[in-house]
């Protein structure tokens, strides 16, 4: 997998830096810069599918993102991604330790990082582009003491996940302050939750591998400048799967300067 995104990634950022903006009054090749600063929220949902144990669990994640964005040759966004996420795992079962555990907690905290490189082409009353984005959450770990035992016993979490969104949107441009838009994404969201386990002289660990049953995401969003400086953007995403499906929501507001 690793072998097809990186490509692809980079093959974006090449097309996305050489077109520049379409469209646009007095295009130039010549490098100009622009600055945004924004803040972010995220609520997602995904269905997590454990194949050894047939089982599909839970996961909610509550995201809060600072980024910062630089806007070049007349089009091309790029942003660095920086923030705090709670994920909660519903349901985990653990049974290669010393005492098998049923795991299920509240949020745990960890840190976030990420890129998201992006371009709109303006045609008349519509605009076309393309989006990429890539998220990371590396989890802290956390100590809980196992309770009904004879001696003391402790568990150590560590999670961490994932996520590349990935695809073309269109849009309406036909308003002076709103741009609505239609994005079709593929989303690869993969990750690790590790448990350990001390019981007296007793330790195990056990690892357990990530995956999501959607990876198709159909996504409405609209962004609405409230000054030629100030805009808020919102977006909701479906990710349909056979049996169910996961979901997504953000909002996020953006300054320019």
Known sequence: MKKLITPGLVFIFIFFWTKGWAGQEGSSDSLSLRFRFGVETEILKRSLWWPKEEKTTSLQ???????????????LNVALLGGYSSSKFESLV????PISIDFDVG???GSLFGLE?????PL??????????FLTYNGQEKKWAIPDLAVEGELKSQPNWRMITIGPFIGHNGYENLFPYLAIQYQHFWGQFTLREIIENLAGTETK???TKGKIALSLGANFWLTSK????????LIPYKGGQD?????????SF
């Open 124 to 133: 008349n009353l519509i605009a076309v582009g393309g989006r990429a984005r």
């Open 209 to 211: 591998d990530i995956k």
């Open 117 to 121: 490189i992006s371009q709109v082409f």
């Open 247 to 255: 979901w997504g929501l953000k909002f996020n507001g953006i300054f």
């Open 94 to 97: 653990f049974r290669q330790l």
């Open 107 to 109: 949020g745990l905290s």
């Open 61 to 75: 994640a509550y995201l809060a993102l600072f980024r910062l964005e630089t806007e070049f040759l007349k089009g």
């Open 230 to 237: 100030i805009a808020l953007c919102g977006e909701a995403t």
